[in-house]
């Protein structure tokens, strides 16, 4: 048994734990959730800090219990919100429930055989067998208003300016939560909830829940909201959401938003988001901040995190797709792209088709940078870069005589076109 609350502690991981914690987790293996909403077919590095809670704990030798919110996800926590959000059907929410399972199995052992192993539930599962009159019965009379009504998430919806105030059925969002704590601690044992500090109005109304329905011992722990240290919302993009499926957030743009991360987050997130030990993370720090133009934190962050959310072939070609757009890179280079991650490190880059017939028949380079593209504005510019020395073919210096073939097609249809450094343009054969 490790000791979780130290683990995560000297991370940077712990915000708030109810007293008595830690000596709990230290007696022997015990079992604690969190909850994960199901109202999208994938996680995002949003959801990555209680993943990574859930995954310490089980390294620390307890067992992990993942909480879908099926019957939650149809209501909508207003914790953090000013709006209620959009419910889905049943069908939409199993379909969820099995892709988020998929995606924590690469941060989980579900089936290793252990005592510990990681459990998966959905709420919605015992919920939907309860009756209205049920719940309001036999929970309801259990936790005062007066109590509902002094968190946050319920003060802050309904004071705040500009909101509509609060649906009923968002407001019995926290009984609801409540109840989840307490069913697993019957059914499952489970003494621990761990989420967002935003969460502890609702994760202690189950341990108030516990207390008063079952007469038992809740525990709660609760980690600090990841932000970044300009100010910007965490886990964000100029394209939204950073999403843990490949089809939705390609794996070169989840290396690139881990890379791109500056020096203090750096040293704060390789705490957060890796299983590196301390030793190893202290000595990279000072590494990095001997030689902070090489970006070791930054690299080793991106390089950590995409291994354990996709594989290394995965992380190996955004690596080499990071290297062909700012390193010295090479045709060969470009060749071991996919033509998925090719598209990703040129987006935004202009682009013209020119019939592939053309290029088996040689297309020559006045053609190619002029005539058959308009890259440059005229036949005579193109004489002259080509005279300077300045015209690159997939990265590889060209003269006037040169003409592009089938030869130079990366993944048989694309022909990378370079004037200097910063003018790049792309042939598509079609």
Known sequence: MKNLVEELRWRGML???MPGTEEHLNEKM??????????????????LVPIMLLA???RAGHRPIALVGGATGMIGDPSGKSSERNLLDEETLRHNQQCVKEQLSQFLDFKSGKENDALMVNNYDWMKEISFLEFIRDVGKHITVNYMMAKDSVKNRISGEGTDGMSFTEFTYQLVQGY?????????DCTLQMGGSDQWGNITTGTELVRRKAGGKAYALTCPLITK???????KSEGGNIWLDPKRTSPYKFYQYWLNTSDED????IKIFTFLGKDEIESLVEEH??????????????????LTVHNQEELENAVTASEVLFGKSTAEDFKKLNEATFLDVFEGVPQADIPLAEIEEGLDMIGALSAKTGFLNSNGEARRALKENSVSVNK????EDYSITSKDLINGKYVILNKGKKNTYIIRAV
């Not at 989840?180 to 499952?188: A, I, N, R, V």
């Not at 750096?266 to 997130?269: L, T």
């Not at 901040?289 to 995409?306: C, D, F, G, S, W």
């Not at 590889?396 to 003269?399: G, H, I, N």
């Open 15 to 17: 915000h708030d734990t």
């Open 30 to 47: 015990r079992s604690a959730y969190v909850g994960f909403d199901p109202t999208a077919d994938s996680l995002h590095i949003g959801n």
């Open 56 to 58: 310490h704990l089980q």
């Open 180 to 188: 989840d704590f307490y069913h697993l601690f019957e059914e499952k």
């Open 229 to 235: 240290s300009d100010g910007s919302k965490f886990g």
């Open 266 to 269: 750096a040293e704060k997130y």
């Open 289 to 306: 901040k001997e030689a902070p133009h090489k970006r070791i934190l930054q690299k080793k962050l991106a390089e950590e995190v995409t």
């Open 396 to 399: 590889e210096k060209v003269k």
